[in-house]
């Protein structure tokens, strides 16, 4: 049972323009949500988070937006750099240390 | 650098050898965590210690498979009787504290069991 899901598992973007990486989750009790990048040979790097009494979280070019409703949050990335092009993982916990992740969105960034 | 490191970053096992996989955790990083992570897949939890004790091993996916962390500082996975299903890349990462705190990831070690 896939508690974290990323339905996308690549995307391609043209530099300069938005990124949206989507990610769903099953489980109504995460309450804190991450975004890692990865690139090949190297471990996953902390992107950004957000906490279920937020609803955005923005850090530069970079954007969550979470929706509890739906159980749905969204990653931006505006504007998209070459250096991006990455596999991100959306990752999720109920107030302990065991995250769940989804199976990535491999994005790739056209120059 | 001050980052996770781990080693070796490719082992090579014949079905049935052992194998052991190292991780340098963050010089005063209290939590280590392992994660398994298949092809196509994210990572995925198997154990917990907080300094050398191992508080959750739920995610372990079989009795062949230990992790030690007996000074609180480095940890070694260890894979008895290795299967082909073991084949994954091993993710170590550690954090200050268990809960709220970013978990840092080293580079992994890609297990290949033929």
């Known amino acids: 049972d896939q508690q974290v899901k990323q339905n996308s598992p690549s995307l391609s973007v043209q530099e300069g323009r938005i990124s949206i990486l989507n990610c769903d989750y099953t489980n109504s009790m995460f309450d804190y949500f991450l975004w890692y990048k990865k690139y090949p040979a190297e471990g996953p790097t902390f992107l950004i988070s957000i906490s279920s009494i937020k609803d955005k979280n923005e850090d530069g070019r970079f954007t969550v937006f979470l929706n509890k409703s739906a159980k749905h949050l969204s990653l931006h990335i505006v504007p998209s750099q070459p250096g991006d092009s990455a596999v991100y993982f959306c990752?999720?916990?109920?107030?302990?240390?065991?995250?769940?992740f989804g199976t990535g969105t491999r994005l790739k960034v056209l120059a | 650098g001050a980052g996770v490191s781990q080693s070796p970053r490719y082992k090579v096992a014949k079905r049935g050898q052992d194998v052991a996989l190292r991780c340098d955790p963050i010089s005063g990083h209290v939590s280590l965590f392992w994660y398994q992570q298949a092809l196509g897949q994210g990572p995925e939890f198997l154990t917990y210690f907080q300094n050398e004790a191992q508080l959750d091993k739920s995610g372990l996916p079989s009795d062949r498979f230990f992790a030690e962390r007996p000074e609180g500082s480095v940890s070694t996975l260890k894979i008895q009787r290795t299967q082909q299903e073991d084949s994954a890349v091993y993710l170590c990462?550690?954090?200050?504290?268990?809960?709220?705190?970013?978990?840092?990831f080293g580079p992994g070690t890609r297990l290949t069991v033929l």
């Open positions: 990462a550690s954090s200050l504290e268990g809960v709220g705190n970013e978990q840092f």
């Open positions: 990752a999720a916990t109920s107030g302990t240390y065991k995250y769940i």
